[in-house]
């Protein structure tokens, strides 16, 4: 029987409704990650058709569809909405906002009026060891007071929150987990660790023993890729995803397959061979969450 999946975190996009500067053109830091010829070896469009192609192998259930930085966040979403109003397994969306950004509360009710909005995110990478790992704005924008206040609007939503941040900055996903209980979060790509010595994996462990603790905070595991490099391999990757559903429990963790990203790399079967390699040992019931429950539950999918 095929592996029945809720996709926690893809892109759909389209080049002729949206526009991603980092499609139009070559992005010198994500070549880093991603290869010098990304830009030219991912698809134009990425729509239903190309994910189920790519995911014929798998029963799909359930989508949550992620946005991907357009330079129109409020008309990404409208066009995912389109696609979910065609798609029925389309179910969630995740919106871009900016935390720094005054006028949240206003782009917060739009997204509110639009029914696959279920979540939204805000993109925080920010090694301070290394330029070239810099995906944002600027340093330190976790410890600017219009934060709290960025959240205190959220919490005025049924919203989860996506914290997209490396490592080193698990204890302020720790610090705004506490203060807003209300808020569901999610923590992606399981903190994103930088430092992979045995050092950076105890640290990191107990950063996420630590947030284990607030029952509000689930984690996606997700962008492999990224994270470990683009010819990843089971042995490195297993004891990081063990270790994070060990800590959190497979109720709180969540398998995404980062289509189409992760084709840069080595494909979707691998991909899901090593989540079904990495959670061998849990129950049918508890490997069930993982790669669908949890995902309903973060989004609100009946």
């Not at 939503?157 to 203060?179: D, G, K, M, N, W």
Request: include cysteine.
């Amino acid at each position: 029987m095929p592996l029945k999946i809720v996709d926690c975190h893809f892109h759909f996009y389209d080049q002729k409704v949206n526009n991603y500067l980092f499609l139009a053109d070559h992005d010198e830091k994500l070549a880093l990650m991603w290869g010098e010829s990304y830009n030219t070896t991912l698809p134009a469009t990425y729509l239903p058709r190309d994910y189920f192609k790519d995911m014929q192998d798998f029963h799909i259930e359930k989508l949550i569809m992620a946005e991907l930085v357009s330079t129109d966040p409020l008309k990404e979403m409208h066009f995912a909405q389109t696609l979910a109003d065609h798609h029925h397994q389309l179910a969630a969306a995740i919106a871009n906002i900016n935390l720094l950004d005054k006028n949240l509360p206003a782009l917060l009710a739009e997204y509110a009026k639009i029914p696959v909005v279920r979540s939204v995110r805000d993109h925080l990478l920010w090694d301070p060891s290394n330029p070239n790992h810099c995906y944002t704005r600027r340093e330190g924008i976790l410890l600017e007071p219009i934060v709290a206040e960025s959240f205190a609007a959220i919490q005025a939503y049924p919203f989860s929150f996506e914290f997209e941040i490396y490592a080193h900055e698990i204890p302020l996903v720790l610090r705004y987990a506490t203060q807003f209980p209300s808020i569901n979060f999610a923590l992606h790509c399981m903190g994103w660790p930088i430092d992979q010595t045995p050092q950076g994996f105890q640290k990191w462990k107990r950063d996420m023993q630590a947030l284990s603790e607030c029952k509000n905070v689930f984690v996606k595991i997700t962008a492999i890729e990224c994270i470990f490099g683009l010819e990843w391999t089971l042995q490195q990757v297993e004891p990081w995803i063990k270790t994070t559903i060990d800590v959190f429990g497979p109720e709180r963790c969540m398998f995404g397959s980062h289509l189409p990203i992760s084709k840069l790399s080595r494909g979707v079967v691998a991909l899901y061979e090593a989540y079904q390699a990495s959670v061998s040992h849990l129950s049918e019931q508890e490997a069930a969450c993982v790669f669908a429950e949890t995902a309903k539950k973060f989004y609100r999918i009946s």
